[in-house]
């Protein structure tokens, strides 16, 4: 299973935009996606996560202005963010825990990253 990263960019202060990941592989069953960020000298920090079932947690940095969905049938999970900060720029990436194989076993998979940078 592979995760694909995409949607980020240059956004002024106050914009929005929605990140997306994309899984793609064989016979695969995506459960949590989580959306991380980091900045250099900074740890990593989660800053959304969903579940198989559709439960979702967000840090409380983006609480109000994140919303992350995932769409089943494409294996996409999409995280959007409205008013933007500057302190929302970072390198975001996402996770996923997905079951394959036979027997079933839950495997764990990154995406690389894409950039998000606020500034005027």
């Known amino acids: 299973v592979q995760l694909q990263a995409s949607g980020g960019g240059l956004v002024h202060p106050g914009g929005s935009l929605r990140l997306s990941c994309a899984a793609s592989?064989?016979?695969?069953?995506?459960?949590?996606v989580t959306w991380y960020r980091q900045t250099a000298g900074k740890q990593r920090e989660l800053v959304a996560a969903?579940?198989?079932?559709?439960?979702?947690v967000y840090t409380d940095s983006v609480k109000g202005r994140a919303t992350i969905s995932r769409d089943t049938d494409k294996n996409t999970v999409y995280l959007e963010m409205n008013s933007l900060k500057q302190e929302d720029t970072a390198v975001y990436s996402c996770?996923?825990?997905?079951?394959?194989?036979?027997?079933?076993?839950?495997?764990?998979?990154w995406g690389q990253g894409t950039e998000v940078t606020v500034s005027s």
């Open positions: 592989g064989r016979a695969f069953r995506l459960t949590t």
């Open positions: 996770n996923a825990d997905f079951i394959a194989g036979i027997p079933p076993k839950v495997s764990t998979v």
């Open positions: 969903i579940t198989k079932s559709g439960n979702t």
